[in-house]
């Protein structure tokens, strides 16, 4: 193992210098270093001391855990965990039971669900070297033998169980690259798979069947404020819209399921509202019903038993999750066992048995508690906890939690993220802040386990914002789109103003700031570093875009009319001239902080050629630039020893540029 080479090179090395000098003598050593992988490629970063490593070694071995599967007639799950370097399918056959594994590759399985009625297989998915371009494979619980399913090419995704469970439905780009086509195969036969109907764009998936297993509920995605749901006849492939038609204000669908009697459907969308909110359409009347109306949040995801009793619901409240539970018969609320505030990840029902109780499963993370596995019994309101994650050791109920802050931008909006302080007790003065922006840009930052970050907090003193910035989710439709198209750089605007918030604020140190951030937010790391580099002692651009044009062109063509509709579309003169304007690159040099890129060689989404191309033009400045590229990595690292790497040089970044 790559560790225990690391140390026996350290105590070869040791024992070498102790044999060569006198014991009586005081000498200098040259202090020993952490070899870089040769799947690595690295510029500017200094050699990484192994006394660094250790010191690090305990916020480097936190564990998680999530809910992938309920066994079909058992009381018993499949979860997502990491013993050595990814994430893989573990069995686990009771609350608190070993943790059985059963996958046992060199890439990370994203996803595993138990053939219905079966109990013998499951179907999982996974990539290589994180080119997103998933495979699935059948797994034999008695062989350990995995069958391929799909062509081993193509981008595919997981699939959808029909109701009686021996056929999975799934989009994949097989046919052109670039459009999700929908397929079903019976995975215990994998000759099965056959094209069912045609899709033009990559913003196809599958959601539900039909009670008869003869019709499939599909979401056509546009775009973060426009989507469709429409059925699929699976013997002729006709598509039917059955979304009201897009006119004026558009309409965002998310989560939908259809009743097992086939007479409505349950839907998460904003027609008429800022808020996505659960609704109920009657198929015969054509009318909704919205069932979350004293609700003034977005509702997340929905998960209808199969029975159709109880529909299960989480709410995103300020970035905060809560678990609701409808009774369908009577819509009223089910009295639920109180969950600790926190964020709930996923949610299941077990599937219904003879003469058990209703019990729901979830994911569930916060601040100060890394992902594991719980339960909910409807009847006996017990919560029953599956699995409880290592943390290297390190007590995580004293780290901190995150704390709401808000402040006013440029035009007077009102802007919100979460901040951790670094404990009192131990550091005194005016404390170093790290801004990390998120992703997407559709995403949201919510108080999430931090990991490794926590060890910026604790161990360094530095406090960290991750602020929601105009066009994150969360907040309102409306709120969604303002940082579309030509208003790209009013949510650059938005870390401005923070940057004037952190000024007056008593503790936090403005003279101390750094920004980071991954995907969009890497773009955002480096357009501050253009706009405020003097108020900034660094930017770490992780797997970011630098050039919106060159971006637009090379980004996989499954999602690029995706992009468009955010971004802008670069074959538009004018919108090509803005872009280019605002870009990074077309300005970087006024990047005169200090500059670390990171990026994965097989990014399907923002292109090597971004991080390549910044940095060789900011190294023009005479600026500092550290750089690393991980040959088996794509769209951010998810091996561990990458990410280790990368935490080792990024600790090493903020100790020098930040702290000194």
């Known amino acids: 193992m790559r560790f225990d080479r690391l140390f026996l090179t350290a105590l070869a090395l040791s024992a070498a210098?102790?044999?060569?000098?006198?014991?009586?003598?005081?000498?200098?050593?040259?202090?020993?270093?952490?070899?870089?992988?040769?799947?690595?490629?690295?510029?500017?970063?200094?050699?990484?001391?192994?006394?660094?490593?250790?010191?690090?070694?305990?916020?480097?071995?936190?564990?998680?855990?999530?809910?992938?599967?309920?066994?079909?007639?058992?009381?018993?799950?499949?979860?997502?965990?990491?013993?050595?370097?990814?994430?893989?399918?573990?069995?686990?056959?009771?609350?608190?039971?070993?943790?059985?594994?059963?996958?046992?590759?060199?890439?990370?399985?994203?996803?595993?669900?138990?053939?219905?009625?079966?109990?013998?297989?499951?179907?999982?998915?996974?990539?290589?070297?994180?080119?997103?371009?998933?495979?699935?494979?059948?797994?034999?619980?008695k062989t350990g033998a995995a069958t391929l399913l799909t062509d081993g090419k193509s981008r595919n995704s997981r699939g959808t169980w029909s109701n009686k469970g021996d056929r999975m439905a799934y989009t994949s780009t097989r046919r052109t690259g670039q459009d999700n086509d929908f397929y079903v195969v019976n995975p215990l036969d994998p000759k099965s798979d056959r094209l069912v109907a045609k899709a033009t764009g990559g913003g196809w998936s599958v959601l539900d069947w039909s009670a008869d297993d003869r019709t499939l509920l599909a979401i056509e995605y546009r775009s973060a404020n426009e989507s469709n749901l429409v059925t699929i006849d699976l013997t002729t492939g006709a598509k039917t819209q059955i979304s009201p038609p897009q006119t004026g204000v558009k309409v965002a669908y998310g989560d939908a399921v259809l009743s097992p009697d086939g007479k409505g459907l349950y839907s998460v969308n904003d027609r008429d509202s800022e808020f996505s909110r659960l609704t109920y359409t009657d198929f015969k009347t054509d009318r909704s019903t919205v069932l979350t109306a004293e609700i003034p949040w977005d509702v997340e995801n929905i998960e209808l038993s199969k029975d159709g009793k109880y529909l299960a619901f989480v709410t995103n409240e300020a970035g905060v999750n809560r678990l609701r539970v409808i009774d369908t018969a009577t819509r009223k609320i089910v009295k639920l066992p109180t969950l600790p505030s926190g964020l709930i990840l996923g949610i299941s029902w077990r599937p219904s048995v003879v003469g058990q109780n209703p019990e729901l499963g979830l994911t569930f993370l916060s601040?100060?508690?890394?992902?594991?596995?719980?339960?909910?019994?409807?009847?006996?309101?017990?919560?029953?906890?599956?699995t409880e994650s290592e943390t290297g050791g390190i007590a995580t109920d004293s780290f901190s939690n995150a704390e709401l802050v808000k402040w006013k931008s440029f035009d007077t909006l009102e802007i919100s993220g979460f901040l951790y302080r670094p404990p009192t007790g131990k550091f005194r003065g005016k404390r170093p802040v790290i801004i990390d922006i998120h992703g997407g840009p559709e995403a949201q930052a919510k108080p999430y386990?931090?990991?490794?970050?926590?060890?910026?907090?604790?161990?360094?003193?530095?406090?960290?914002?991750?602020?929601?910035?105009?066009?994150?989710?969360?907040?309102?439709?409306?709120?969604?789109?303002?940082?579309?198209?030509?208003?790209?750089?009013?949510?650059?605007?938005?870390?401005?103003?923070?940057?004037?918030?952190i000024k007056q604020q008593p503790d936090l140190d403005a003279d101390r700031i750094l920004v980071t951030g991954g995907s969009y937010g890497g773009y955002m790391s480096l357009a501050v570093a253009v706009r405020y580099g003097d108020r900034i002692r660094g930017a770490i651009d992780v797997v970011g875009i630098s050039n919106f044009v060159s971006f637009l062109e090379r980004t996989e063509s499954y999602r690029r009319d995706l992009r468009r509709v955010e971004y802008g579309d670069e074959r538009e003169s004018k919108m090509r001239d803005f872009l280019t304007q605002i870009s990074p690159l077309s300005q970087a040099d006024k990047i005169r902080s200090p500059l670390f890129v990171v990026h994965g060689k097989n990014d399907p989404r923002v292109p090597l050629n971004e991080a390549e191309q910044i940095v060789q033009r900011v190294q023009r400045n005479g600026t500092p630039v550290w750089f690393l590229m991980a040959k088996d990595e794509g769209h951010g690292f998810g091996k561990k020893k990458n990410v280790d790497y990368e935490f080792y040089s990024t600790v090493m970044f903020v100790q020098e540029f930040l702290l000194k």
């Open 449 to 501: 386990f931090l990991g490794r970050n926590n060890y910026y907090l604790n161990e360094l003193g530095i406090a960290i914002i991750y602020p929601n910035v105009r066009g994150s989710s969360g907040y309102g439709k409306t709120f969604l789109t303002l940082d579309n198209g030509f208003k790209r750089e009013d949510s650059v605007k938005d870390i401005g103003a923070l940057l004037d918030w």
């Open 17 to 141: 210098m102790s044999a060569a000098m006198p014991h009586t003598a005081i000498a200098q050593t040259p202090e020993a270093q952490l070899e870089t992988r040769e799947n690595l490629v690295t510029e500017g970063i200094p050699p990484i001391s192994l006394s660094l490593v250790e010191r690090v070694n305990q916020y480097t071995n936190f564990r998680s855990a999530s809910l992938q599967s309920w066994h079909p007639t058992k009381r018993e799950i499949l979860i997502s965990t990491r013993f050595g370097d990814v994430a893989q399918i573990h069995q686990v056959a009771m609350p608190g039971g070993m943790r059985k594994q059963l996958t046992f590759y060199p890439e990370r399985i994203s996803g595993a669900s138990y053939v219905p009625e079966d109990g013998q297989h499951f179907v999982f998915s996974k990539d290589i070297g994180g080119n997103e371009f998933s495979q699935n494979f059948r797994y034999d619980l």
């Open 367 to 386: 601040a100060t508690q890394a992902a594991d596995v719980y339960s909910v019994d409807l009847k006996t309101q017990a919560l029953t906890r599956w």
